[in-house]
């Protein structure tokens, strides 16, 4: 083989090389979850900028508008994250792989409006016996009116909503639990409450039934997975 051409085959297996590490380095960054990615690289909003949220992150793609995908940290469902909320990971927490709670608040100034979410998990015990989840509701929230229902493809839905006066002011809950369509005894408890920034605002406005559907769109996204963080099968347990 001449020198000419010993060099023209250097030449490309070196070109050949070089973009295979390329399609390589660009496999390892798609691959990356928002966990292992840089603050700056993400969205610049709570979720993934708070160190402990960032863990749950699915991706930084939205799944809804102005949603994305969280995973519980015992895989034990997936739930959207608002892009305007707070996670208080100082409220939030597991306990084995059993249970877990979800804290969220968001505060608005500008659109006077207000409200604090939490979510609580369980597996097997109350999650077996959701008469008695909604009967503690109920006796805790002074709720009289009957449970409302709404079913998803994931689960059925309990939940109920009133207005409390609560010294000047006014405040919106919506209360209720999601029982999981899966076998295994699985369960969603929720508490929203939601209220005007400033009461004394001309623009104080809040309806009960619009919080109430933004609620349940938030409810319905919630997929329980129906398996241990260890890959178990939960079903039949």
């Given at each position: 083989?001449?020198?000419?051409?010993?060099?023209?085959?250097?030449?490309l297996s070196m070109l050949v090389g070089g973009c295979g590490q390329m399609d390589s380095s660009l496999e390892e960054e798609a691959e990356k979850t928002p966990a292992e990615m840089d603050p700056a690289d993400v969205p610049q909003?709570?979720?993934?900028?708070?160190?402990?949220?960032?863990?749950?992150?699915?991706?930084?793609?939205p799944v809804a508008e102005g949603f994305y995908l969280m995973r519980s940290k015992i895989d034990a469902f997936t739930i959207w994250f608002p892009e305007e909320a707070v996670f208080m990971d100082n409220a939030s927490g597991v306990d084995g792989d059993h249970y877990e709670k979800l804290r969220f608040a968001y505060e608005s100034e500008e659109e006077n409006r207000g409200y604090l979410v939490g979510f609580q998990y369980n597996y097997s015990g109350y999650a077996e016996r959701p008469d008695m989840i909604l009967d503690n509701l109920r006796g805790r929230w002074d709720y009289?009116?009957?449970?409302?229902?709404?079913?998803?493809?994931?689960?059925?839905?309990?939940?109920?909503?009133?207005?409390?006066?609560?010294?000047?002011?006014?405040?919106?809950?919506?209360?209720?639990?999601?029982?999981?369509?899966?076998?295994?005894?699985?369960?969603?408890?929720?508490?929203?409450?939601?209220?005007?920034?400033?009461?004394?605002?001309?623009?104080?406005?809040?309806?009960?039934?619009?919080?109430?559907e933004y609620l349940l769109q938030w409810v319905k996204s919630i997929e329980f997975s129906g398996t241990r963080r260890n890959g178990d099968e939960t079903d039949g347990e």
């Open positions: 083989m001449n020198k000419s051409k010993l060099l023209l085959v250097v030449v909003i709570d979720a993934f900028q708070n160190e402990y949220s960032r863990e749950l992150m699915v991706s930084t793609e009289e009116e009957e449970w409302k229902e709404a079913e998803d493809e994931h689960g059925l839905t309990y939940f109920g909503s009133k207005v409390e006066d609560m010294d000047g002011y006014q405040r919106y809950v919506v209360i209720g639990y999601k029982v999981s369509s899966q076998e295994a005894p699985q369960g969603m408890e929720f508490l929203y409450i939601s209220s005007c920034v400033n009461e004394e605002a001309e623009s104080c406005q809040i309806d009960l039934a619009g919080e109430e």
